[in-house]
Nanobody, 121 residues
Framework: QVHLVESGGGLVQAGGSLRLSCAAS?????MGWFRQAPGKEREFVAA????????NFADSVKGRFTISRDNNKNTVFLLMNSLKPEDTAVYYC?????????????????WGQGTQVTVSS
């Protein structure tokens, strides 16, 4: 069992930046970020393998978001730049136990409680 705790969400103006953190209770393999906007289904945002050598991003955030990790601290980060109102959502981190990078929720085994990101126009 891996416990995940997200932090770093908040209210920011359009064009601003936020950095989300996800602290894990133990070692993890592939880590992902997903988000769920009001009235919408949860969607993939980004993922990173254990070594950090492979990352994957949703088309909607490519070039604006960066995912990274510090394995010494069992923490994954999501740096979000040039934020838009449509980025408003609850952001969740997730952990996958096989080490396969994936954009599908079904492939992730553990989930955090989420952190709210609100981007004002």
């Amino acid at each position: 069992q891996v416990h995940l705790v997200e932090s770093g969400g908040g209210l920011v103006q359009a064009g601003g930046s936020l950095r989300l953190s996800c602290a894990a209770s133990g070692r993890t393999k592939t880590m992902g970020w997903f988000r769920q906007a009001p009235g919408k289904e949860r969607e993939f945002v980004a993922a990173i393998t254990w070594t950090g050598s492979i990352t994957n991003f949703a088309d909607s955030v490519k070039g604006r978001f960066t995912i990274s990790r510090d394995n010494n601290k069992n923490t994954v980060f999501l740096l979000m730049n040039s934020l838009k109102p449509e980025d408003t959502a609850v952001y969740y981190c997730a952990s996958e136990i096989l080490g396969v990078i994936s954009k599908f929720q079904k492939d992730y085994n553990y989930w955090g409680q989420g952190t709210q990101v609100t981007v004002s126009s």
